[in-house]
């Protein structure tokens, strides 16, 4: 009775030393849902001691251990070993705390396979007294382990108490990285007006291979050129030369490995601008104008007393003036005292001989510069007394190129008995007996009298200017005929 309760407490303890850890995965035989290892405390045996262990229906260990290794028959019947399993087949492995099974040099089983399987890690599937920890080794052991034909962990028994080894546990087995290629992006940069290069980056990694470029050239909703390229490079330059105004669109699609690769980071525009219009022909023109009194073209003055004309000549081209001239000559019974503003350099301006000169004139185009001249008209002299300005530029067809005229009279000095009328057909200032005065030719008003506006700028060729060279001279004559007239009538 003794010796079989002996017997009992051994076999008790050797179940107690010995557990199950469960593997995900299959097995190749079909009869077990996962792979699996077992773990005998204390014992060293090859697989002709594992058999015979596993007859041996819980005895004592033969090969002179001091522990028994427990009902191995039982063990196995529940992880589903048959004997037949254990017929060869075995290798020489290692077991580590982290709970890697490692088979030469290769990680077969992980503790991450354990883990998924609900098992955390290193627990032990089976009864609680079969439960065993193996990061509670001291260090990894070596371990029979039992593969498939295909290499395929199946289970493993060890000796977490004896013969430790040096080694480093091997990482888990990291995935294949997946392979991955994009188009990174498109830039545009504009070498001349109609000239335009065209850079597309690609990546690819892990695998991936780049094979080619297709870029598109848009006008509006066109594509106007559709062009593959060839490629295994992580970039590629098109240059387009586009002489067409407007608004492009360029798009680049890599073709790699992976399929094609797009996007709105590959896309981008450019405009091409019109050509600047040609500048002007250049056409110069200059005017002049000449005014008594600031804004009159006729004025009556009194003898010796000063008056002032005012000069304003224009740049009316499109290009500036150098080196204009002014030239002002007055009728000899005027005498010009001053001219404002003075000169300054390089322009010059002076008096000589009765006339005056404006030299190295500058007009910008458009420019307008202003002249004022002081004048008198020292003794009385009958009739209207004219002052022509001319203005003369060097590049402006003509000499002069345009001239006007202003005119003062001196109204005769008051004769007893006589008074000073306007004839309104003749246009000038007498003096009449006042019994001879008649409303119907005579005006007291000296407004009636004022010369009319003259245009600001005649035709100077062609059949007008003959014709207004026969006025003038018909004019003068008639002029004439009237200053003999008025002076017979004012004798």
Not at 84 to 90: E, I, N, T, V
Not at 166 to 171: D, F, I, L, N, Q
Not at 473 to 484: K, P
């Amino acid at each position: 009775m003794k010796g079989k309760l002996l017997a009992f407490g051994v076999s008790l303890l050797a179940m107690a030393t010995i557990g199950v850890v469960q593997l995900q995965s299959k097995a190749v035989d079909g009869n077990r849902d996962c792979d699996q290892f077992a773990v005998i405390r204390c014992g060293t045996m090859n697989a002709d001691e594992l058999r015979a262990e596993y007859d041996s229906n819980n005895t004592a260990g033969t090969n002179g251990y001091t522990q028994a290794q427990g009902d191995i028959k039982k063990v196995f019947t529940a992880m589903g070993i048959s004997k037949a399993d254990l017929q060869g087949g075995f290798k020489q492995g290692v077991v580590y705390k982290n709970g890697n099974v490692e088979v030469d040099g290769k990680v077969v089983a992980t503790n991450a396979q354990m883990a998924a399987r609900g098992l955390g890690g290193t627990q032990i599937a089976g009864t609680n007294a079969q439960k065993v920890s193996v990061s509670a080794m001291s260090d990894a052991q070596t371990a029979m382990v039992k593969l498939d034909q295909n290499g395929k962990f199946l289970y493993a028994v060890m000796k977490p108490c004896g013969n430790p080894v040096s080694a480093t546990p091997k990482e888990e087995p990291k995935p294949e990285p997946k392979p991955i290629a994009k188009c990174v992006g498109l830039t545009v940069t504009q070498q001349e007006r109609t000239k335009f290069s065209v850079t597309t980056t690609a990546s690819a990694k892990d695998g991936a291979k780049i094979k080619g470029y297709n870029i598109k050239l848009y006008r509006g909703s066109d594509a106007i050129i559709d062009k593959t390229y060839p490629s295994t490079t992580e970039s590629q330059t098109v240059v387009y030369v586009v002489e067409t105004p407007g608004e492009y669109t360029v798009k680049a699609i890599v073709d790699t490995s992976e399929g094609p690769k797009q996007g709105k980071q590959c896309e981008a525009t450019f405009t091409v601008t019109a050509l600047p219009p040609p500048p002007p022909t250049p056409i110069p023109g200059v005017t002049i104008t000449k005014h008594v009194d600031t804004d009159k073209k006729y004025a009556r003055v009194n003898t010796n007393v000063a008056f002032s004309y005012k000069i304003d000549v224009t740049n009316t081209g499109n290009t500036d003036l150098d080196n204009v001239t002014v030239t002002d000559t007055p009728d000899r019974a005027i005498t010009l005292v001053s001219v404002m503003p003075p000169s300054t350099s390089p322009e010059s301006s002076k008096i000589e001989n009765n006339s005056l000169v404006i030299s190295k004139l500058k007009l910008l185009k458009g420019e307008t510069r202003t002249f004022t001249i002081t004048a008198k008209v020292p003794v009385y002299v009958a009739g209207k007394l004219a002052n022509t300005v001319c203005v003369d530029a060097p590049t402006v067809p003509g000499n002069p190129d345009k001239c006007d005229k202003a005119e003062v009279e001196v109204p005769p000095a008051p004769v007893p008995g006589k008074i000073e009328v306007c004839l309104k057909n003749e246009d000038r200032f007498v003096q009449i007996n006042e019994n001879e005065y008649n409303e119907q030719i005579h005006s007291k008003n000296p407004e009636d009298c004022k010369t009319p506006e003259l245009p600001a700028e005649l035709p100077e060729t062609g059949p007008t200017e003959a014709i207004l060279s026969v006025v003038g001279a018909m004019s003068l004559v008639g002029s004439s005929a009237y200053y003999f007239a008025s002076r017979r009538q004012s004798v």
